[in-house]
């Protein structure tokens, strides 16, 4: 049986983050992709093509890009198979099924359903490791992914969260606290360990929900794939 009908065949394993590797590998993969929705993955076990050359840019694993006019994949980034496996029995990543593999012996895999919903769970946990403290690196580049800024207002003494690439004031919309930060005893946050990075992530993410600014990222940096792109190990 090959790997590919063998994948096939398999069970879908339920999302655990319990089993989820803390690995480099695992990390920088998540740094990179967590946040692309379409991503898809093709694995096609060069021992199982034997000697021939003919498919030679398909044999391996790879992120690929979605060829539509053939409802396949077309094989671009080399990644380890091993990083894939992990997240398949993870339940993070499923099989694919309603796409048109390049070959009988490749499969093709894909987030699993309702993983976007976890993806601030893996953020904190697996992208940045089991951090607590918070950076001002951690913190500008989650409020850049959520649509904002975060600015120390020299005068007040206080981070300010500002909206979009001009920083400008927040709009509150529902927002029912001040744009100026506060933990949840509703203190002032005048520096970055005042709060944990969790608690950090949390405030971010509820103000720009809030403000809808969450809906448009700030641009990602100029040769990153993404904003976590920058905190992936060497």
């Given at each position: 049986m090959s790997v590919a009908e063998e994948y096939l065949k398999k069970d879908q394993p339920p999302y655990d983050l319990s089993k989820v590797p803390n690995t480099k590998a695992v990390r920088n993969?998540?740094?990179?992709n967590l946040f692309n929705d379409d991503l898809l993955i093709s694995h096609a076990p060069a021992n199982e093509f034997g000697s021939s050359r003919s498919y030679q840019w398909l044999t391996g694993t790879y992120i690929c890009d979605y060829n539509k006019a053939g409802?396949?994949?077309d094989p671009r980034e080399r990644i380890h198979f091993r990083t894939v496996k992990a997240l398949f029995d993870a339940g993070v990543l499923k099989v694919k099924r309603n796409i048109r593999s390049p070959h009988l012996k490749c499969v093709v895999f894909e987030w699993n359903t309702g993983i976007k919903r976890k993806r601030r769970e893996l953020l904190v946990h697996r992208a940045f490791g089991e951090v607590g403290?918070?950076?001002q690196e951690r913190v500008s580049t989650i409020a850049a992914m959520y649509g904002l800024q975060v600015n120390l207002n020299l005068n007040r003494g206080l981070f300010e969260i500002l909206q979009g690439q001009k920083g400008e004031p927040l709009a509150l919309g529902k927002a029912q606290r001040s744009y100026l930060f506060e933990n949840e005893?509703?203190?002032?946050?005048?520096?970055?360990?005042d709060m944990p990075f969790v608690e950090w992530e949390e405030t971010l993410h509820r103000y720009a929900t809030e403000s809808g600014a969450i809906k448009k990222p700030l641009p990602v940096p100029e040769g990153h794939k993404s904003h976590l792109t920058k905190h992936k190990l060497n």
């Open positions: 993969f998540l740094c990179d409802n396949t994949v403290a918070a950076t005893a509703g203190q002032p946050v005048t520096g970055w360990r």
